[in-house]
């Protein structure tokens, strides 16, 4: 089966700086990707690893590590308009994405 | 930039009454998706579609589900009778290439959300 956790919330600054984990147990492993969500809106790519270490893009950067099924997305410089869910998926075999409930953050100013 | 998009952005329907939320997905991508978000849930896998057939559904993806690519550009998914579970908001996305190939993003459309009342 499949479990992806990630809290369920975390509120921050304008200007700080926010981790979010998730923390998975698949069968098969072939990509984690990072979603953002506004609500009522789309999920929008934000990253992807597939190999351990960190990707950055930006002000946001991802880290995974394979070997303890662990995966973080770093956002720096909060801003308001990164208010907004923020959503763990796994790709395991073949092409379908295992969505985390999403950690809705809070930036407060 | 290219998008997914699907109409209608909002569909209220009574139980038992068929529905057909279309999708068209960007132009040159190959697999097409739909997921599902129930208000307050995660984001749920219905089934995948590639070369005109379903490579992959979910448990949810039942008799009463279907896909359709009735043309070059449309992608649609039909609930034969509505159910008032089935009230949600539905998410069609399209990938351009092979789960193997790195970085396959999946692009999701706007949705829509389907009330059943």
């Known amino acids: 089966g499949q479990n992806i956790d990630q809290p369920t919330e975390m509120t921050a600054t304008e200007g700080a700086i926010v981790q979010i984990n998730c923390t998975y147990q698949t069968s098969g492993f072939n990509g984690l990707f990072w979603y953002q969500q506004h609500a009522g809106e789309a999920p929008t790519f934000l990253s992807y690893?597939?190999?351990?270490g960190l990707e950055e893009k930006g002000r946001f950067s991802s880290f995974l590590s394979r070997s303890k099924g662990y995966s973080y997305l770093l956002l720096k410089e909060l801003q308001m308009k990164d208010s907004a869910s923020y959503l763990c998926?796994?790709?395991?075999?073949?092409?379908?994405?295992?969505f985390g409930g999403g950690t809705r953050v809070l930036v407060k100013p | 930039e290219p998008e997914v998009t699907q109409t209608p952005s909002h569909q209220v329907t009574q139980m038992g009454q068929e529905v057909i939320l279309r999708c068209v997905p960007i132009s040159n991508h190959l697999y097409f998706y739909w997921y599902r978000q129930i208000l307050g849930q995660k984001v749920e896998f219905l089934v995948s579609?590639?070369?005109?057939?379903?490579?992959?559904k979910s448990e949810i993806f039942d008799d009463q589900f279907s896909v359709e690519r009735p043309d070059g550009s449309n992608f649609t998914l039909k609930i034969r009778s509505t159910k008032l579970e089935d009230s949600a908001m539905y998410f069609c996305a399209s990938s351009q290439r092979r789960d193997r190939e790195i970085h396959n993003e999946q692009f999701f459309g706007p949705g829509t959300r389907l009330t059943v009342l």
């Open positions: 998926a796994v790709r395991a075999a073949g092409n379908k994405l295992t």
């Open positions: 690893n597939v190999l351990d």
């Open positions: 579609f590639y070369n005109n057939e379903i490579s992959e």
